[in-house]
């Protein structure tokens, strides 16, 4: 048997006893898996390895998990893997895009009736106009010099929230509203990783944590709709990315659920440590290697 069909085994066994509540989507995967053994280069037109799959799915997972406990930090985690997984870094930053707005989408069913959009229109107005210039700089500028400034991204992000994570409060106003916002449009647009600015305008403006769940994954929703379209404008939006995206997204299930289980049970706050610890480390591996 072949090691990519063995792995079909182990995974459809796995899935089949933990997650029966999402065993549709996890069914469907498994299919794609072994369709990938036999078809996919005849289907896609594109090869992903079994080791990139799996990776894939770990860091999707990963990323899934983390910004179902805390509200945030899909880009942040999965960013530090997606550069040297996918062809090219805009593709890295489409795919991240995408994973997170499905993973937003999944989140977002369960607390759509706490969404209160007149506290949206601003912060996603500003997103917009910084995010669509930003992805035009990512269209003109080399891997290489990319990859080096997200490295310095993470370091400088980790090391901001490892020494004021909780100590930074904001009014939740109109023009703190567009602050955050556009640096968040530039995070993400350059980063994929859009969401610190925005947690902190979030954290001020929603009262208790179902609000803030559901005003953050609908903000991640939009902006990563529009940030997509906005890449598929400059050729990110590629054959690779679809690929990679339906093997992808089964971690965005895995992670959403095992995230809901550990909601009330672990500390956010230790979680996030743990993620800024990760995310300054691989930083450093980014600006140097």
Known sequence: MAVSCRLC??????????????????????????????????????????????????????ASFVQRVSGFGFGIFIMTALPFIMPSYGEATTLSGLLSAAQSLYVLVSFYRFVAWRRLLFILLAFVVTSFFAVEYVAAVSDSCLKRLLGVALVL???????????VSLRPSVKVQFSAGALSGVLG????????????????????????MAMTQLYFLVGNLVMTVFRARNGFLTAAVGE??????????????????????????KLRKIVYFYMLVSGMVAVFS
Request: aromatic fraction near 18%; proline fraction near 2%; glycine fraction near 10%.
């Open 9 to 62: 085994f182990v995974l459809k066994g796995f899935f089949a006893v933990f997650l029966c509540e999402s065993l549709f989507c996890l069914r469907f995967f498994c299919c794609l898996i072994c369709l990938r053994c036999k078809f996919a280069s005849v289907l896609l037109g594109v090869m992903i390895s079994g080791l990139d799959i799996l990776l894939l799915v770990l860091f999707c997972t990963g």
């Open 189 to 212: 647009g350059l980063f994929g990783m859009q969401g610190p600015p925005a947690v902190l305008y979030f954290m001020a403006s929603e009262k208790d944590k179902n609000s803030y």
């Open 244 to 269: 990679a995206w339906l093997f992808a997204i089964a971690g965005v299930v895995v992670g959403s659920f095992f995230g809901k289980w550990v909601f009330d049970r672990v500390s956010a706050d």
């Open 157 to 167: 992000l980790s090391l901001y929230f490892l020494m004021m994570d909780g100590k």
